[in-house]
């Protein structure tokens, strides 16, 4: 049978895979498009199996939230380059699959390649080991979260793919939520008052705070003194309601809540990358220069 463009075309359409590759697959498969098709899978298969030790750091967050802005996932998949990251089929399966696990309501990333995609019909898992031989690099799914503010707000921010954030926000409004949203994104807290600072965090914090004010020299009593206002400073730094707020730093975050009548109920907080040996970039500081342009 005659490998025409027409059949070729087909199957690169079908399977993601190269030309060359297309061709060569038709041929061995005398022109059988389905046994072409579920050769070039099973070859992608292990070409991802493969890649799978190599480190990706790069990649993308998204969001998806339903209509009514209740429930919103945030989910980070990653690939080795930013090229990669820039190309319009890894962005539309991130997207889809981040939408995908909200409507299916996936609880985690296990659960989440299972799921068929919406166009194909084929699993997450399979469409991304497909991804990873047309591309040729690692994609991992590396994690999901949801956030579910029953009857209240949440609010999200995106900054480049790079950082996401879903805020659940009792009261105020989608401004309010959004604000939030971008807040958390540039300043990373830890959580959002003092009351939910680990207990091993605080001491281990007093203790060095305690170390070093000791060495001033000065009496005990001053030395405590010293310590309660340094460790006062620092839980303002790491809590979301004591830091002072992105777009007004003469208030903090509690004090701009207060004034638009809203409540922090919860937040996640996603950075591609984090945690991964990467090389360093600074993306609060692209987050603050695009607040300030915004101003």
Partial sequence: MAIT???????????????????????????????????????????????????AAEGLVAVSLDEKAHVGVIIEVNCETDFVAKKDEFKSFVDEVAQLARQREARDVEALSQLPMVAGGETVDTRRRELVAAIGENISIRRLAQLDAGQHRVGHYVHGGRIGVLVAVQGGDEQVARDLAMHISWSRPMCIDEDQVPVDVLEKERSILRAQAAE??????????????????????????????????ELSVAKYLSGADARVVDYVRFEVGEGIDKKSENFAEEVMAQVRGST
């Fill in 5 to 55: 463009a027409a059949l070729v075309k087909e199957v690169r359409e079908r399977t993601g895979a190269g030309m060359m590759e297309c061709k060569k697959a038709l041929v061995e498969a005398e022109g059988d498009i389905d046994a072409a098709i579920e050769a070039l899978r099973i070859q992608g298969q292990a070409k991802a199996d493969k890649k799978a030790a190599r480190v």
């Fill in 216 to 249: 001033s020299g000065k009496p005990p009593e001053i030395v405590e003194k010293m310590v309660t206002g340094r460790l006062k400073k620092y839980l303002s730094e790491i809590t979301l309601l004591g830091q002072p707020f992105v777009k007004d730093s």
